[in-house]
């Protein structure tokens, strides 16, 4: 049982930064992996970033390499997204998802992830 809370969002021009974060509760958060996706309104959900039980493996969208950087403080519970020289196209509500099988390669498809946050809105202004 793992609950996931996100927060960080916000309004920021082209060009900035932001730093998402995605609270855990939950026994297994150590052993999972996480992932970050995002949806803008019309859209479906698509990957961004994941980020496995240990933190020494990550998986990048093509779209946010080298912009976007994913980690994690198991003693905190917590997960962050580094968001660096936001585009307008990055304007999205961004969840945080954990896939409790920890064991299992990366994965870009959120049907492979057990549980959700609630979403934390992110505008990039142009």
């Known amino acids: 049982q793992v609950q996931l809370v996100e927060s960080g969002g916000g309004l920021v021009q082209a060009g900035g930064s932001l730093r998402l974060s995605c609270a855990a509760s939950?026994?297994?958060?150590?052993?999972?992996?996480m992932g970050w996706f995002r949806q803008a309104p019309g859209k479906e959900r698509e990957f961004v970033a994941a980020i496995n039980w240990s933190g020494l493996s990550t998986y990048y969208a093509d779209s946010v390499k080298g912009r976007f950087t994913i980690s994690r403080e198991n003693a905190k519970n917590t997960v962050y997204l580094q968001m660096n020289n936001l585009k307008p196209e990055d304007t999205a509500v961004y969840y945080c998802?954990?896939?409790?099988?920890?064991?299992?390669?990366?994965?870009?498809?959120?049907?492979?992830?057990?549980?959700w946050g609630q979403g934390t809105q992110v505008t990039v202004s142009s």
């Open positions: 939950g026994r297994t958060f150590s052993r999972a992996n």
């Open positions: 998802a954990a896939d409790r099988s920890y064991y299992s390669d990366l994965s870009a498809a959120d049907y492979e992830y057990d549980y």
